[in-house]
């Protein structure tokens, strides 16, 4: 467990480094980007959320417990699956908005932001080890 804290914590530290120096977030693009259609890239998220171990491991070991065996498991299934996804998409929707509305913020502070994020990892980091 020891050592678990001190890699934790040693990781934590290096990852506030590499935000401390980290450039300026920005919405430049490099080279050329090709337009893609809105389909294909729903396509490539979908395919990407459906092959995420986390979600079969969530599916499989959270939602059992909710499920009734003495109704429709169809049924059952689509719901719980509908709202979740009715929920997930709100939730990428609010921080795609959120993120679009601060752009102009982070723009203005950049460097400032990555230094406090980079800081409090770093704090944490350190802090993680020598805690009980």
């Excluded at 693009?29 to 979600?55: D, E």
């Excluded at 929920?87 to 203005?108: D, K, N, Q």
């Amino acid at each position: 467990m020891t050592v678990l804290k001190w890699a934790g914590g040693a990781y934590l530290v290096w990852l506030g480094i590499q935000v401390w120096r980290s450039p300026p977030i920005g919405t430049e693009v490099r080279g050329s980007a090709q337009p893609r259609a809105g389909w294909s890239l729903f396509q490539q998220g979908a395919l990407s959320a459906l092959t995420n171990p986390k979600a079969l491991l969530f599916f499989t070991a959270f939602l059992p417990q909710f499920i009734d065996p003495t109704r429709s498991l169809f049924v059952q299934f689509a719901v719980m699956a509908g709202t979740f996804a009715a929920i997930e998409m709100a939730t990428e929707v609010f921080i795609a908005s959120m993120a679009h509305r601060i752009s102009p913020w982070l723009r203005r502070v950049g460097r400032r932001f990555n230094r406090a994020c980079g800081g409090m990892f770093m704090a944490i980091g350190v802090a993680l080890p020598v805690r009980s």
